[in-house]
């Protein structure tokens, strides 16, 4: 029994220095060497670290790569921590994504570590300083880059460059893929700006659990406020919570919005604070901010999530929708009491 015990401590040991190994390294490489299965007609491995990421890749590689992505639907990037298996997946990776800006927190010290062996990249890290959000307290810039779909389209550009550099046999494809992606998102740009202007101008507000919506307020003339800071680790406190009441009320308000990835608690002390002071705020519904919709549905794409929230917003603010939304594929419900 003894010998047993100590048997399974052992295996328990190297087991945890081998996660460790894992997540600990050097600083990240910008390598994009090829490899001599992306030379081949065999399919190489992309692990990515969310569904945006996930979309542009996979719509760039196509057939040519396999694309996972580690953190789906409903899950907060901002407080994901890796599993082994995460680890495990990183490490069987021949390239690496994930979206950068410290996004991921806990994920990109991870991947980073694996830099020096294969492609790890920062999709969003090569974004012009002018071109993102520095809201003022914030240690780093706004990493919901994915809410402007014109700085999306600078990311998908920037993923092709990755991914060309490392399978150059099939750059000419990869370009291709990528002129068929930007003409899709120019389309879905263009729905966005002509949807939200329907809304009238003293509607446009636009108030959500935390601050991931700033880049779309910028792109399309919305304001918008939230509970939180740009992280969901940031402490929602009850000064910013009674602050916002009063707006709801002085204001009038009519719709504030949830997210898929963060808890409705707050929001609805929003509501029920609004109601105390006579004010009745509807939940005008649920918005995808750090992750897609499920796999397999139209909201589990990067075109599906913004067309989802574009409709949703300008519908419970006041605006007019087309039947069925973007390119009549949208299947947003209408807004929630």
């Given at each position: 029994?003894?010998?047993?015990?100590?048997?399974a401590?052992?295996?328990?040991?190297?087991l945890?220095?081998?996660?460790?190994?894992?997540?600990?390294?050097?600083?990240?490489s910008?390598?994009?060497?090829?490899s001599?299965?992306?030379?081949?007609?065999?399919?190489?491995?992309?692990?990515?670290?969310?569904?945006?990421?996930?979309?542009a890749a996979a719509a760039?590689?196509?057939?040519?790569?396999?694309?996972?992505?580690?953190i789906?639907?409903?899950?907060?990037p901002?407080?994901?921590?890796?599993?082994?298996?995460d680890v495990?997946?990183?490490?069987?990776?021949?390239?690496i994504?994930?979206?950068g800006?410290?996004?991921?927190?806990?994920?990109?010290?991870?991947?980073?570590?694996?830099?020096?062996n294969?492609p790890?990249?920062?999709v969003?890290?090569?974004?012009?300083?002018?071109?993102?959000?520095?809201?003022a307290?914030?240690a780093?810039?706004?990493?919901?880059?994915?809410?402007?779909?014109?700085i999306?389209?600078?990311?998908a550009?920037?993923t092709?460059t990755?991914?060309?550099?490392?399978?150059?046999?099939?750059?000419?494809e990869?370009?291709?893929?990528?002129?068929?992606y930007?003409?899709?998102?120019?389309?879905?740009d263009?729905?966005?700006?002509?949807?939200?202007?329907?809304?009238?101008?003293?509607?446009?507000?636009?108030?959500?659990?935390?601050?991931a919506?700033g880049y779309?307020?910028?792109?399309?003339?919305?304001?918008?406020l939230?509970?939180q800071?740009i992280?969901?680790?940031?402490?929602?406190?009850l000064?910013?919570?009674?602050?916002?009441?009063?707006?709801l009320?002085?204001?009038k308000?009519?719709?504030?919005?949830?997210?898929?990835?963060?808890?409705?608690e707050n929001?609805?002390?929003?509501?029920?604070?609004?109601?105390a002071?006579?004010?009745?705020?509807?939940?005008?519904?649920?918005?995808?901010?750090d992750a897609?919709?499920?796999?397999?549905?139209?909201e589990g794409?990067?075109v599906?999530?913004?067309?989802?929230?574009?409709?949703?917003?300008?519908r419970?603010l006041g605006?007019?929708?087309?039947a069925?939304?973007f390119?009549g594929?949208?299947?947003?419900?209408e807004?929630?009491?």
């Amino acid at each position: 029994m003894v010998t047993l015990m100590v048997r399974a401590q052992f295996i328990h040991c190297i087991l945890g220095l081998s996660l460790l190994t894992l997540l600990c390294g050097c600083g990240e490489s910008s390598s994009t060497k090829p490899s001599t299965e992306a030379q081949s007609d065999k399919a190489y491995r992309i692990v990515v670290t969310t569904g945006m990421v996930k979309d542009a890749a996979a719509a760039i590689a196509g057939k040519h790569a396999a694309v996972e992505n580690l953190i789906g639907e409903g899950s907060d990037p901002h407080l994901f921590s890796p599993s082994r298996d995460d680890v495990v997946a990183f490490d069987a990776a021949d390239v690496i994504l994930y979206s950068g800006l410290y996004l991921e927190g806990k994920v990109i010290q991870a991947v980073k570590g694996l830099a020096e062996n294969k492609p790890v990249h920062g999709v969003c890290d090569s974004l012009d300083h002018e071109t993102l959000l520095h809201p003022a307290g914030e240690a780093h810039p706004d990493p919901h880059v994915w809410m402007d779909v014109k700085i999306w389209q600078e990311v998908a550009r920037h993923t092709a460059t990755i991914l060309k550099a490392y399978d150059p046999a099939h750059a000419a494809e990869y370009d291709a893929n990528l002129a068929t992606y930007v003409a899709e998102l120019s389309a879905l740009d263009a729905y966005a700006k002509a949807v939200v202007d329907t809304v009238p101008a003293e509607n446009r507000v636009l108030v959500t659990a935390h601050d991931a919506f700033g880049y779309f307020g910028r792109a399309y003339g919305v304001e918008v406020l939230a509970i939180q800071g740009i992280s969901t680790e940031s402490e929602a406190g009850l000064h910013q919570i009674n602050k916002l009441v009063d707006m709801l009320v002085a204001r009038k308000i009519s719709a504030i919005f949830v997210e898929s990835s963060v808890s409705d608690e707050n929001i609805k002390a929003l509501q029920e604070g609004a109601h105390a002071k006579g004010h009745d705020v509807k939940i005008g519904g649920e918005l995808f901010s750090d992750a897609m919709g499920a796999p397999g549905t139209y909201e589990g794409t990067y075109v599906g999530m913004i067309a989802h929230n574009v409709t949703t917003i300008a519908r419970a603010l006041g605006g007019t929708v087309p039947a069925g939304g973007f390119a009549g594929a949208d299947h947003s419900g209408e807004s929630e009491e």
